[in-house]
């Protein structure tokens, strides 16, 4: 029971060795008064073949219908590879790298790791990860606010073209150090940052400027032109990124003069859906930055004998030392989601990731190509985008979706909560994993909806 | 055998090469994307055949410790064995494959589990709420600490900005104080290893906020005056947050509601048994009083009659928000469910006893065979702390030479140099799954890296010696740094 070893006798002999008679004389300096009799609102044990069973049916029991859901979070092949290795006992149950010598598995995994995300998205450096997507934005924020000595205001312009749950972490993890989130509008024919919203913050103080490509509506932002008109200003940029896209589109790195901190969501990356988590958060910098960096970073060395190693480096940043002067206050971090992203980095490769990219992105037109035939519906913005876009209908979207999903189809986000003035607005995505025939399915079930509902 | 040192991918790199048969086809027509916010050179990630990144891979992890490798008595960390059905139930395909953003009508399977979760950890913390949101420990004790401001302004109170922490707390917890706005007062443990109660009456005011703690502590024993801790925090007006770090101790023994504390986080990686995964992911899950569920993070589970539904930002309008893009690590929380529901009631109280009983048997053996115990008179919690000042002053051998000695005789290190406090110690928590035979073994070790620190100290202080690399050069990692690798043309 609870993988406990001991049988009667082992634990006889061990109380006789501590000099007890009892387990419960060990626990003598605890006042009686708090010690709890028993549980009776946990349910007793059950053995693994009970549970197994109970879990197979709630897994059936959420199905597995066919998904054109993305804003955030996107369904791409994993490869049988990634998920047998990253799940091996010795990177599943090893901890953090503390112990260097002994650790030099995991040590090279996320150093291999650093490498790609720089690499990915144009910049010098990257650490060994974040929680999320949205915290990395976070952390991003907070380490701006830091490199921008300049700036007092503690203004931080923020696209609406940001995901919306990035925002809403954002204000939740940066509320408390007074630092003021603005939104920008966007153009309602682009569905791009508005270039106008921009201009009025022209003479201002601002911290920083966020920039998220492609941004939530799946539209490709005019980066050059952001950005630009930001360093001009000796504005920092944030870019938020999806690293599967950056295998087609021009990374951070090379935006006009090149973005500051980059962060973004690696799930995409070789990690499951799996209902929103685990994933990770990767954020990568400029080299005259990384001391400013939150979370773990590796780096490579040299052992007593003169040889190649690796270990974690830069911990002054961190909690651990600096306490309440660190950089952050992370400790643990994402390190299997990173094992498993570097496997599929590995497998990939650069033409593996631009044929997915590409494969997405040509899946996408498609899609929009075949639902902006059904009567009812049309795309919402003019701009190119990736590999998901935001369509109009002309009635309310929620029971559309519900009758979908009836249909064991999800066919996207509706947008009627976060961008009201949109009307009634879907956010559809398809990558590699859609075939025609899917799409041929959505569109006609579509069809079928919109032309029975009055 | 010296094990073998592992290139690194990159140096496997042939250009055209790659795991071809995971590859889609070339796109039929070209993308839709402006030249101008096109690529123009392919990123630097490997070229290699998908068997020259499993063998790659595979070697890589060989070079590791690991719980189902090794003995990891890192303490505070709580290295128990990952039982392989956690992970096999949370990845059942359905589970992987469900959107965060799908409908609730498909998602009744896994939030039964999360709720499921919710009153389990509930049940066992002795608090009125959870939210499982957090990602990590440190997460969870942001959200705590985020939780405590919300309530004390909702009160109309802005003057309570400060968090009273123990000068041996864990590093998390100021710095977590510092990122929610707040100042820090740390008070100091008498040498008893209590919180000195006199330090905490002088310490609280109209500005507390409230205090962190961990009980058992960070020194590996239990807070013996708890109750009067929180009276006098709770009588000056803060309220009183608990870091869970080291419920493994209690587990199923004594719940920190009961002990007074209005805001916990659990750590669900070490209590219950989540991968540890080289560095994560964990989960923090969070648990409250009433008084302070209006202010939880979202999204959290409800049930309404049989059906399960999400609460968010706008069912809970006082909420402190919410701290990721999702619902927070959520494979994680599905092992953590299928641990809980292995152990039952009757295991929980087993992991207690066992930890603390394997704890307490290595202190007896490790004081016996000669060792100095940092708290002699203290019963062990689940962890104990062991000081080697007498050794580094007596042999110039340090706590960080036996750690990396234990290296070669195939045992994780324990926990170095943490608590601060205690001066060349080992923080050691062996886990209830771990046999008798493993803690003799230990023992045993740590009398022969003993003998060899009175007799040939030079090994010692040289150590490791049997693992792929000897030891690092921290300073130069730190100096010169190399944080990527660059080709060489």
């Known amino acids: 029971m609870a993988f406990i070893p001991h049988t009667a006798a082992d634990i006889e002999e061990m109380l006789a060795a501590i000099g007890v008679a009892s387990i419960e004389q060990l626990f003598e300096e605890i006042p009686p008064a708090l010690r709890t009799r028993n549980l009776p609102a946990v349910p007793s044990a059950l053995n693994e073949m009970q549970i197994g069973r109970l879990m197979m049916q709630r897994a059936l029991a959420d199905g597995q219908p066919l998904s054109f859901l993305g804003a955030g979070a996107y369904e791409h092949h994993i490869p049988a590879a990634v998920w047998a290795i990253t799940t091996r006992g010795e990177f599943y149950s090893a901890y953090t790298p503390y112990q260097a010598e002994a650790s030099q598995g995991t040590l090279q995994t996320i150093y291999e790791f650093q490498t790609m995300i720089a690499s990915l998205t144009g910049m010098q450096a990257a650490n060994a990860s974040l929680y999320d997507g949205a915290s990395a934005f976070a952390e991003a924020v907070l380490m701006a606010v830091r490199l921008n000595r300049k700036s007092e205001s503690l203004r931080v312009l923020v696209p609406r073209t940001v995901h919306p749950h990035y925002r809403l972490a954002a204000r939740s993890i940066t509320a408390n150090q007074e630092i003021r ?16 919203a921009l201009e009025r913050y022209a003479g201002e103080d601002i911290a920083a400027l966020a920039i998220q490509q492609p941004n939530f509506f799946g539209v490709l932002e005019d980066v ?10 000796s504005i ?3 870019a938020i990124v999806n690293p599967v896209s950056l295998a087609l589109l021009k990374p951070p790195g090379e935006w006009g003069g090149g973005a500051d901190i980059v962060v973004g969501e690696g799930q995409p990356l070789g990690v499951p859906l799996s209902s929103g988590g685990p994933y990770f958060g990767f954020l990568a910098t400029r080299m005259q930055h990384v001391r400013q960096m939150p979370g773990r970073v590796v780096g490579r060395t040299l052992d007593l004998a003169g040889r190649p190693g690796f270990t974690l480096t830069l911990q002054a940043r961190e909690q651990h030392i600096r306490r309440g002067r660190a950089t952050s206050n992370i400790c643990t971090n ?17 033409q593996g990731l631009e044929r997915v990219a590409s494969a997405s992105h040509e899946r996408a037109r498609e899609l929009i190509a075949a639902i902006t035939q059904v009567p009812g519906v049309r795309a919402a913005f003019t701009s190119p985008f990736f590999h998901e876009a935001v369509v109009r209908l002309d009635r309310p979207v929620a029971p559309l979706l519900a009758a979908l999903a009836e249909r064991d189809i999800l066919g996207g986000l509706d947008l009627t909560g976060s961008y009201p003035e949109l009307g009634n607005a879907l956010l559809t995505c398809a990558t590699e994993t859609k075939t025609s025939a899917d799409i041929e399915r959505f569109a006609s079930e579509l069809r079928a909806v919109l032309s029975s509902a009055t | ?36 916010l096109r690529r123009a050179r392919p990123p630097l990630l490997p070229e290699v055949s998908e068997l020259d990144a499993v063998r790659h891979f595979t070697r890589l992890s060989q070079l590791n410790f690991s719980i189902d490798t090794h003995f990891y008595p890192l303490g505070s960390c709580t290295m128990k064995y990952n039982p392989k059905a956690c992970n096999a139930f949370a990845m059942l395909p359905q589970f992987l494959a469900r959107h965060p953003l799908a409908p609730e009508s498909h998602g009744q399977g896994v939030l039964a589990c999360l709720h499921e979760l919710q009153e389990m950890l509930k049940a066992v913390t002795g608090m009125q709420a959870v939210a499982l949101g957090p990602m990590a420990g440190a997460q969870g004790e942001f959200a705590g600490v985020a939780m405590i401001r919300a309530y004390h302004r909702a009160r109309g109170d802005q003057a309570r900005t400060e968090i009273i922490v123990p000068e041996a707390a864990h590093g998390t917890n100021p710095a977590t104080a510092t990122m929610c706005g707040c100042s820090v007062r740390e008070i100091p443990v008498d040498a008893d290893g209590d919180v000195s109660l006199e330090a905490l009456r002088s310490a609280v005011s ?13 020194l590996g024993v239990f807070e013996r005056r708890i109750v009067e801790v929180a009276a006098i925090v709770h009588g000056a007006g803060g309220l009183l947050y608990y870091d869970g770090a080291n419920l493994n101790a209690i587990l199923g023994k004594v719940r920190p509601g009961d002990m007074g504390f209005d805001v916990i986080h659990v750590n669900l990686h070490k209590t219950f048994s ?25 999204p959290i589970v409800v049930r309404d009659a049989d059906r399960y539904r999400w609460l968010s930002e706008a069912d809970r309008p006082q909420s402190i928000g919410r701290l990721s893009a999702f619902a927070g690590n959520t494979g994680v929380l599905l092992r953590a469910y299928v641990y809980m529901r292995l152990l039952g009631r009757e295991g929980m109280r087993q992991v207690g006893e066992c930890a603390t009983l394997n704890a307490n048997y290595l202190l007896a053996r490790l004081t016996e065979a000669g060792f100095d115990a940092a708290y002699p008179k203290r019963r062990a919690s ?11 002053r007596e042999l110039d051998v340090t706590a960080m030479d036996f750690a990396k000695r234990l290296l070669d005789y195939g045992v994780h290190a324990p926990t170095t140099y943490f608590p601060l406090l205690v001066p060349e110690c080992l923080l050691i928590e062996p886990t209830e799954t771990e046999s008798r035979e493993t803690l003799d073994r230990f023992v045993e070790i740590m009398v022969r890296i003993q003998r060899e620190a009175e007799q040939d100290a030079e090994r010692v202080r040289g150590a490791p010696h049997t693992m792929v690399v000897r030891r690092l050069d921290d300073v130069r990692a730190a100096k010169q740094l190399d944080l990527t690798w660059k080709p060489t043309v």
């Open chain 2, 1 to 36: 055998m010296q094990p073998q040192p592992e290139k690194l991918i990159f140096e496997y790199s042939r250009s055209g090469r790659g795991a071809t048969d995971q590859w889609p086809p070339t796109a039929a027509t070209p993308p839709a994307i402006p030249e101008s």
């Open chain 1, 236 to 238: 920092p940029i944030i």
């Open chain 1, 224 to 233: 050059d032109a952001l950005s630009t008109w930001a360093q001009s200003r």
């Open chain 2, 206 to 218: 109209e500005r507390t906020a409230g205090i962190m703690l961990t009980n058992p502590s960070t």
């Open chain 1, 334 to 350: 994402q390190g299997l989601l990173v094992t498993a992203a570097t496997i599929y980095m590995s497998l990939m490769g650069p």
């Open chain 2, 382 to 392: 689940h962890e104990l702390i062991v000081t080697l000042k007498r050794q580094a």
């Open chain 1, 181 to 196: 989130l603005e939104e920008l509008d966007y153009a309602r024919e682009s569905g791009r940052t508005s270039r106008e």
């Open chain 2, 274 to 298: 989540t991968p540890h995964g080289g560095g994560g992911p964990g989960s923090g899950a969070v648990g409250v009083s009433a008084r302070l569920e209006p202010f939880l993070p979202v």
